[in-house]
């Protein structure tokens, strides 16, 4: 019982001092329903409004980031056509932080389950079950990662970490979303047309004592630019603080027009990029 009012305390004092109240929720933030099915322990997770990128010109060079890597060629093996892909996650485990097996790839989209399940079949995937969803794995030789299929949504990804997602589908774990910090972080990240999201480990991109997580949204401004809001999370006010120059520096190497503050135990910057020079950095 102790436990459980800890962790009732936590939520409800994190939510107050950043000014939102326990009432709320969860946001209609294409983001968070893709979080929503990441596992808890994610480590990183980035998101792709697919659509919007493939709608807009000016962002097509975003878009081909998406269109040449390897899941998309996979992808249209089985649906033909990539527009129907609404958008996506690329969700990496904690354990996978060093990258030694390849993240999940969530996408939702518009599909016919039948017709899917007839493609892979062909190709000579063959099928298991785990709680009652289809895990399909290429046959030998074939260069296919393993597929799930969800209703409205296609994972791409090795078998354990799609597991592992199915698991969070069906209510049996928890979410990232249902992480109290990462809840504080996407109510405070705008809409975007990548969103990112990190737990602080040592291995993490950005490193300030007593940072417990961070996130980056990009918003198109006007053609070849973007705003970038980041929000970070820290164990109390003097940390956040303390990081608020170190912060400003590290963004000032990558975006112009640097704008920071403090706010509690956050620290929230916008900033600006072209997308020529955001998408040269990008990786599908």
């Given amino acids: 019982?102790?436990?459980i009012a800890a962790a009732a305390i936590l939520?409800?004092?994190?939510?107050?001092?950043?000014?939102l109240g326990t009432a709320c929720s969860k946001e209609t933030k294409a983001f968070v329903v893709l979080m929503d099915i990441a596992p808890e322990q994610t480590g990183h997770f980035d998101y792709w409004?697919?659509?919007?990128?493939?709608?807009?010109?000016?962002?097509?060079?975003?878009?081909?980031?998406?269109?040449?890597?390897?899941?998309a060629q996979q992808l249209r093996q089985l649906v033909q056509v990539l527009a129907i892909v609404q958008d996506s996650a690329r969700i990496l485990g904690s354990d996978n932080a060093a990258m030694l097996q390849p993240p999940v790839k969530v996408l939702r989209a518009k599909f016919d389950t039948d017709y899917v399940?007839?493609?892979?079949?062909?190709?000579?995937?063959?099928?298991?079950?785990?709680?009652?969803?289809?895990i399909w794995i290429a046959g030998d030789g074939q260069p296919y990662t393993p597929v799930a299929l969800l209703s409205g949504t296609i994972l791409i990804g090795n078998v354990s970490e799609l597991k592992a997602c199915i698991d969070v589908e069906?209510?049996?774990?928890?979410?990232?979303?249902?992480?109290?910090?990462?809840?504080?972080?996407?109510?405070?990240?705008?809409?975007?047309?990548?969103?990112?999201?990190?737990r602080a480990t040592p291995s993490s991109a950005e490193s300030y004592t007593d940072l417990v997580a961070y996130g980056k949204s990009f918003?198109?401004?006007?053609?070849?630019?973007?705003?970038?809001?980041?929000?970070y999370i820290f164990g109390d006010g003097p940390a956040a603080g303390a990081a608020l120059q170190p912060i400003k520096e590290h963004l000032a190497l990558g975006f112009r027009d640097v704008k920071i503050a403090r706010d509690g135990n956050l620290v929230v910057a916008t900033a600006?990029?072209?997308?020529?020079?955001?998408?040269q950095g990008l990786e599908f």
């Avoid at 600006?272 to 998408?279: M, P, Q, T």
Wanted: charged letters at 30%; glycine letters at 4%; proline letters at 2%.
């Fill in 117 to 134: 399940e007839g493609q892979l079949q062909t190709q000579g995937y063959s099928r298991s079950l785990h709680r009652n969803v289809g």
């Fill in 170 to 198: 069906k209510k049996k774990a928890e979410s990232l979303y249902d992480d109290p910090y990462i809840l504080v972080l996407a109510k405070r990240l705008p809409k975007g047309v990548v969103v990112e999201v990190d």
């Fill in 11 to 19: 939520v409800t004092s994190m939510l107050a001092a950043t000014g």
């Fill in 219 to 231: 918003t198109k401004v006007k053609k070849d630019l973007l705003k970038v809001t980041a929000v």
């Fill in 49 to 71: 409004a697919i659509a919007d990128l493939n709608e807009d010109e000016d962002l097509w060079e975003i878009y081909d980031r998406f269109k040449d890597s390897s899941d």
């Fill in 1 to 3: 019982m102790r436990l």
């Fill in 272 to 279: 600006r990029i072209s997308i020529s020079d955001f998408a």
